[in-house]
T-cell receptor, first 113, second 110 residues
Framework: DVKVTQSSRYLVKRTGEKVFLECVQD?????MFWYRQDPGLGLRLIYF???????EKGDIPEGYSVSREKKERFSLILESASTNQTSMYLC????????????FGPGTRLTVT | QKEVEQNSGPLSVPEGAIASLNCTYS??????FFWYRQYSGKSPELIMF????GDKEDGRFTAQLNKASQYVSLLIRDSQPSDSATYLC??????????FGAGTRLFVKA
């Protein structure tokens, strides 16, 4: 079974702090994604990566950056956290040949106060 | 703006009944369609995918696709209380992207 893990289940940060969310997958998947999920809005893509050191903006990249130094690890960085970034953050990975069948991590509930 | 629309629900059905979940999408070029189940407080889990027009069955689940009408549905036969969850419709959008609907909450009454 694919296993996608995220560094924290719950996180509370203050406005202006730099926040790191980490995601690790153990199935040698090429593609990794970061989403945020908000009530009534569904899942929205922040960034994705299809290879090491490669990254592409999703639909809502503003205020975020990412890093993928190793194939199994994809980090989401909030450069200066704001209250409107309070959300559930979900990481997902997919194998290269079936890149639409997404396997999600457990999520990180981030609260910015 | 590519969109995936779902009725937010809740959809309430009695145990043993058929639950019918519907989804429409805006991008005529989409080729791959997915249903994810998300239990409260958990992350989405892929339960069905369909690429061709028609029906695809997997146990109690049937996915239906009509590309001409831009319509995808999920039928759950013999619904169980354990099926109570939010069901997310997802449509591939090209370039590694997937567009997710906001989900339909299903409640199966025992």
């Amino acid at each position: 079974d694919v296993k996608v893990t995220q560094s924290s289940r719950y996180l509370v940060k203050r406005t202006g702090e730099k926040v790191f969310l980490e995601c690790v997958q153990d199935m040698d998947h090429e593609n990794m994604f970061w989403y945020r999920q908000d009530p009534g809005l569904g899942l929205r893509l922040i960034y994705f990566s299809y290879d090491v050191k490669m990254k592409e903006k999703g639909d809502i990249p503003e205020g975020y950056s990412v890093s993928r130094e190793k194939k199994e690890r994809f980090s989401l960085i909030l450069e200066s956290a704001s209250t409107n970034q309070t959300s559930m953050y979900l990481c997902a990975s997919t194998p290269g040949q079936r890149h639409y069948e997404q396997y999600f991590g457990p999520g990180t509930r981030l609260t910015v106060t | 703006q590519k969109e995936v629309e779902q009725n937010s629900g809740p959809l309430s059905v009695p145990e043993g009944a058929i639950a019918s979940l519907n989804c429409t999408y805006s991008d005529r070029g989409s080729q791959s369609f997915f249903w994810y189940r998300q239990y409260s407080g958990k992350s989405p889990e892929l339960i069905m995918f369909i690429y061709s027009n028609g029906d695809k069955e997997d146990g109690r689940f049937t996915a239906q696709l009509n590309k001409a009408s831009q319509y995808v549905s999920l039928l759950i036969r013999d619904s169980q209380p354990s099926d109570s969850a939010t069901y997310l419709c997802a449509v591939e959008s090209g370039g590694f992207k997937t567009i997710f609907g906001a989900g339909t909450r299903l409640f199966v009454k025992a």
